[in-house]
Every structure is written in C-alpha cells, then in structure tokens.
C-alpha cells in the first residue's frame, strides 16, 4: 500500500464523510460477474458491466460483516436475488446481524423467472419481492429502483405497497460504448450501466417525480459530485443523498459537499436540511 493510500484510508475512518455506508449487493449464490473489460469511462460518465459479482451471502455474513463492524456508521446490506424468493431468504439470514443497520434491495438483478430481465421491471415481481423480505425482517427496508423503466412512480408504488420504508434510486442507466478502432463493443458483456453525471437529469426526475406522486421517504443518487447537485436533489424530494460514482475519483468528495451544502442551504433563505427537501415541487 503506498503512503498516500494509507493517509487516506486513515483520513476516511477519522472522519467517514457519509452517514451511512452500503457495501456492494450481495446475493444467495456465489455470482462470477460478467466477462472483462468491466469498466469504460464515457464522456460524462462510467459504464459498467459488474455483474453483481460477489462471493454470495454466507461469505458476505463470515467474512465480510465482521469487517464492516468498525465503520464509523451505520453499515446498510445490500441485497438481490436471481429468483424472487432469494430476497425473503437473504432477509432472514441478515435479520438477526447487529452489525447490519437496515437492508436495501437491489431489484435491477436479471430474475430468471422473467427470462433474466431485472426483477424491478415488473411491479409484482417487485411488490412479491419487498413483501417476503418484509415478512422475514423487522429491519429498516429500502428498496433501489431501475430506472431502466416506463413508469417509475408505478414500480415505486407497489414497493411502498409490499411494505418498503423507503425507496432509493436511481440505480444506473442502460447504455453502451464502442471501441472507436474496431468498432466493437468496449465492455465484454457489449451493455453495462451508465452512471456519473451523464445521468443526473434522469435521476433528478425519477426522484422529483416519485417523491411528488408517494408519501415516502427517497434516497437520490445518480451523477452527485458537487454540492450543487446534492441541494437539487433535496429539493426534488430527497430525503438524503448518495454518492457512488465520484467516490472513484475522491474517496473524500462527499465531506467537502456535505459542508459546502449547510453553506447553500443558507445562501438560499432556506431554514434547514429538513425545509430543503422538495421545494422543487
Ligand atoms: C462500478 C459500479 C458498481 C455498482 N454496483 C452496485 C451494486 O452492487 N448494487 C447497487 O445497488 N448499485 C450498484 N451501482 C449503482 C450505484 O450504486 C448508483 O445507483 C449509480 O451508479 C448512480 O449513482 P452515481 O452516478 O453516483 O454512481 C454500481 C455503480 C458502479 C459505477
């Protein structure tokens, strides 16, 4: 590890710049992810094509859990399944973990029983869903939506239907890029997710929307780098605010926006965080 890596990783358990941390989704099944390459950076954003990769929820709970115990905050599990049932069953095997604040559900994996397009595509299959996770954990429940979507105030709809306290979107967008030499596809699964700024005006409208048309509580994300973007969010709806894709290039980018935000919030006339939220509407 270099001596500026170590900096960092010790400036980041000093002062965690989020207020809550979610690790990457986890599901029942060990999952390979999608052939390399899996990244391509865009124009205004990042492509990708993970895969859900991971080492599947029993290595998640013995080795990955006790690791996340020391976070400074509340540690948020993220979880899908390749068939709907997957998601009452990773419920329960994180219901009784202390270490694990609230679940999210992760709709946007390919569900077998709808010949592997994402489960968060269909309302029922994402009301069924929320509903066994539901049933199987007293735990805080969000819900993170495609936005690959017609309608999304439906989806969201019948997530709050099927029990969820809260939703979180946007999960990233389809999209696709060539290489400008063959002109073949860059990623090796050829489509991955779009994310980063690029996205942001989709995301600002999936939360404005959903927050308008729902009394419940949303999580916006979608190309939040600055401030800025985090004070529109807030203002279409959010309640609070992620930040994944500008974490790659600062790690720390979120501690800068979170003190530059109390400063806008001011600039505005607006009382509080709390006042921001939806003056959009
Ligand atoms: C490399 C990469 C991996 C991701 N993995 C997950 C994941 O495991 N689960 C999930 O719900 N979203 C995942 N996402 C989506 C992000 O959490 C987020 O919803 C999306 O990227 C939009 O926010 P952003 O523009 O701030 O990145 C991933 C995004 C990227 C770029």
Known sequence: MLAADKALEEDLF???????????TVTLKPRAGNPPPRLQETAAGLLNSIGLANHGIEAF???????????????????????????????????????????????????????????????????QATVLARQATSKFLIVKLTP???DIVEIAAAAVDGGADCVSLINTVHGMALDRFSLKPVLGHVTGGLSGPAIK????RAVFLVSRELD???????????????LEFMAAGATAVAVGTASFRDPLVAAAMASELGRLIKEHGIGSAGELIGVAH
């Open 148 to 150: 690959n979507v017609t």
């Open 14 to 24: 000093v002062s965690f710049p989020f207020a809550a941390y979610i690790p990457k």
């Open 61 to 127: 709970i013995r080795d990955d859990l006790p690791r996340l115990e020391p976070m400074p905050v509340p540690v948020i599990a993220s979880i899908a399944g390749e068939r709907t049932e997957d998601y009452g069953r990773c419920a329960a095997m994180l219901d009784s973990r202390a270490e694990v604040a609230a679940l999210e559900l992760n709709v946007s994996c390919p569900n077998v029983e709808l010949d592997g397009r994402a489960l968060g595509l269909d309302p029922e299959k994402t009301r």
């Open 201 to 204: 005006p989709v995301a600002l």
């Open 216 to 230: 419940v509580p949303v999580i916006g994300m979608g190309g939040v780098t600055t401030a800025q973007d985090a």
